[in-house]
């Protein structure tokens, strides 16, 4: 009797989800006597007890539609009113164990929010959640799925849609152009003076009678401006071949030492000096980032090379590189997209391809209209890219301006469709 | 004929490999089934990487080892690379102090390399993390030197860049705020604080995405190039 006073009350002292509070602490009032439940039902500042916060209505798990099947989105109803609780916690269970458990974590929630998203699960599996309220005071009751839900595999991944319509719009660009330029159409590309100055560099170091400093980045070659480094490299070996100048090449990864021998080997072949090509000058150094800077940065003082090309991925080593190559007198000629390390070689070489220049140094090295036509490709790409910029901050401006117009529905619209 | 082969084997082996690669790693960004065919292609590179690690280390000793005969200008410094990777690779392939590993106590040598108590973890904890730190700590003063270069006033944009520099760093330290903290609330946008903030969000950021714009295409161009045969240049030649 005096137990089921003490469920009243605990209910009366909330004023929503009085059944769910009721029902969580049934076992309490059953398990023991009063002394055991004073010490399970928390009391506030005062000496009064306070309920633990509402259980959920109900709670509905379903697919994430065009995604990989590893995704399932959890939707929850709260109980009405105000409630004490903090977050809900989000447990899921395999489907095989009909919603008994084990519970495995999967996301824990602001009290204001009555959806999540259970990622990585994997594909074609069923699983049962669970939701739970929890408040200083304690947790609410479980509010379990009724039945499991399952992520299934889809063609696409509709959330990239966006992203493929953009790749497919630049690749249709550049093709076109390609193609265009196959046909003879003339193809003009502002003269860029960091790649021109590269046979100034390795004429100075021909004349000076000192070798050649490239360094291909310190990334391996499945990162595409390891791969942009080597082309120039081909460049720059080729020409360093024709002056008879020593070029030295410390690679940080294996795999990359391997083909900037293969593209400077090549490039000795076809400036006619394949008895001059030494494959020791590239060389391993070691993976490890720091132990590579300060190899190189020691081979810079005590060789005193006449130029320094750092051409690739580069991140903190790219000022110390440059800082060395700088105090040594070296001419430098720098590329990388990495645009943190942008403003640290602008500040220390002499020239610097920055971005897309240093992507396009290739095509531009090359002269050939294939190449030079995909770099027309970019530019309309570009174009379209500033267009869609434009029509961005007019709408947003005129949304800023009149909040109740159509412009911020076609500012959102805009922002979904680009996947914001 | 043994030319011909050659070309096959050093060009367009390598090309094709490259160029189906190339799709697979994009198509599986996209269509969930050829997920794992991405991933089967990583596992290539890792495995081809793993290999080509022999041939590194083999030019390592090559380079280092003939320094040594030739008793170049220092090469002591040489003999201790060597005798520092030598140990370093016997103490990890060895696997010495390495705990046995709770998950599979009955297999030989399951523990990690690095796990707390082996020697390699130790040569890495208090060896080479204080070294690669060292060199990590040098960049403060390549950073000095070269901020000192880039902020002479020699011109219009040397100026307007310095003036930028000098709000930026002042907005971002007590001083800033001390210096300006006496505006009016109708002109605190004028405060070094929130100049800072202003210059960073609005000029930067605009800047640096139009760069980052670029920077997206020209990859996409090139790996286009690439995935075309267009660019072959990567293998040397565009034979």
């Known amino acids: ?83 004490s609780a903090t977050k809900w916690i989000v447990e899921r269970a395999a489907g095989q164990g009909a919603g008994q458990g084990p519970w495995t974590f999967v996301a824990e929630v602001p009290i204001a929010e009555t959806n999540a998203v259970a990622s990585k699960l994997s594909p074609d599996a069923s699983f049962f959640f669970r939701v739970t309220a929890v408040s200083p005071n304690g947790s609410s009751a479980v509010t379990t799925t009724k039945s499991a839900a399952t992520g299934y595999w889809n063609f696409f991944i509709g959330a990239k849609l966006p992203l493929f319509c953009a790749i497919l719009l630049v690749s249709a660009c550049v093709i076109y152009f390609i193609l265009a330029a196959r046909r003879g159409r003339p193809m003009k590309v502002r003269r860029i003076a960091a790649l021109e100055a590269i046979t100034d560099a390795v004429g100075r170091a021909t004349e000076m009678g000192r070798s050649i400093l490239f360094v291909p980045g310190i990334q391996d ?41 293969e593209a400077v080997q090549a490039s000795y072949l076809a400036a006619g000096r394949a008895d001059a090509y030494n494959a020791d000058a590239i060389r391993y150094i070691t993976d490890e980032q720091f132990g590579f800077v300060a190899y190189v940065s020691g081979r810079m003082v005590r060789e005193k090379p006449a130029a320094c090309f750092y051409m690739g991925c580069f991140f903190a080593e790219s000022l110390i590189l440059a800082e060395t190559g700088n105090s040594i007198g070296a001419i430098q000629i720098a590329g990388t997209a990495e645009s943190s390390q942008l403003p640290f070689f602008v500040a220390a070489c002499d020239y ?10 290739s095509a531009y090295l090359s002269g050939e209209p294939d190449q030079i036509g995909s770099l027309k490709g970019q530019d309309v790409a570009k174009a379209i890219a500033a267009i869609i910029i434009i029509i961005g901050i007019v709408l947003a401006t005129g949304a800023a301006i009149a909040p109740q117009g159509a412009m911020p529905a076609a500012l959102e619209w805009l922002k979904g469709v680009l996947g914001s | 004929m043994a030319e011909g082969s050659a070309r096959i084997m050093k060009r367009l082996v390598p090309m094709w490999i490259a160029i189906i690669a190339g799709f697979v790693m994009l198509l599986s960004a996209f269509f969930p089934m050829t997920e794992s065919w991405g991933e089967t292609v990583g596992d290539v590179f890792n495995v081809v990487a793993a290999i080509a690690f022999v041939l590194g280390a083999g030019s390592l000793a090559k380079v280092n080892l003939a320094k040594i005969s030739r008793r170049d200008q220092g090469w002591g410094y040489a003999a201790i690379t060597l005798i520092c990777f030598a140990i370093t690779l016997v103490v990890g392939l060895g696997k010495f102090g390495v705990p046995q590993s709770t998950q599979f106590p009955l297999l030989g040598w399951s523990g990690e390399k690095d796990a707390d108590g082996s020697i390699f973890g130790w040569i890495y904890e208090y060896a080479l993390v204080p070294i690669t730190s060292t060199m990590f700590a040098l960049l403060a003063f390549y950073v000095a030197s070269a901020a000192f270069r880039a902020f002479r006033a020699k011109n219009l944009e040397a100026i307007l860049l310095l003036s930028t520099a000098f709000i930026v760093l002042l907005g971002r330290t007590f001083a800033g705020v001390v210096l300006t903290g006496w505006l009016p609330d109708w002109a605190s946008g004028l405060r070094l604080e929130n100049l800072s903030v202003y210059i960073m969000q609005v000029f930067n950021t605009a800047g640096n995405r139009a760069i980052i714009i670029g920077i997206a295409l020209g990859v996409t161009a090139t790996s286009l190039r690439i995935l075309l045969g267009v660019d072959r240049s990567w293998m040397g030649s565009g034979d």
């Open chain 1, 1 to 83: 009797m005096i137990s089921s006073a003490l469920i009243l009350c605990a209910i009366s002292l909330d004023s929503s989800g009085a059944s769910d509070v009721g029902l969580a602490n049934a076992s309490i009032t059953a398990a023991g006597n009063k002394a055991d439940l004073r010490d399970k039902i928390p009391l506030n500042e005062l000496g009064q007890e306070i309920s633990a916060p509402p259980a959920a209505i109900s709670i509905s798990a379903e697919d994430v539609a065009w995604d990989a099947g590893g995704a399932i989105k959890i939707s929850w109803q709260p109980a009405a009113g105000t409630t």
């Open chain 1, 221 to 261: 070659m499945d990162n595409i401006q390891t791969v942009a480094g080597l082309t120039v490299l081909g460049n720059v070996s080729r020409t360093a071949a024709e002056y008879d100048a020593a070029i030295e090449v410390p690679t940080s990864r294996s795999l990359v030492m391997e083909a900037a021998r």
């Open chain 1, 352 to 361: 610097t391809l920055i971005g897309e220049e240093f992507m396009a140094a």
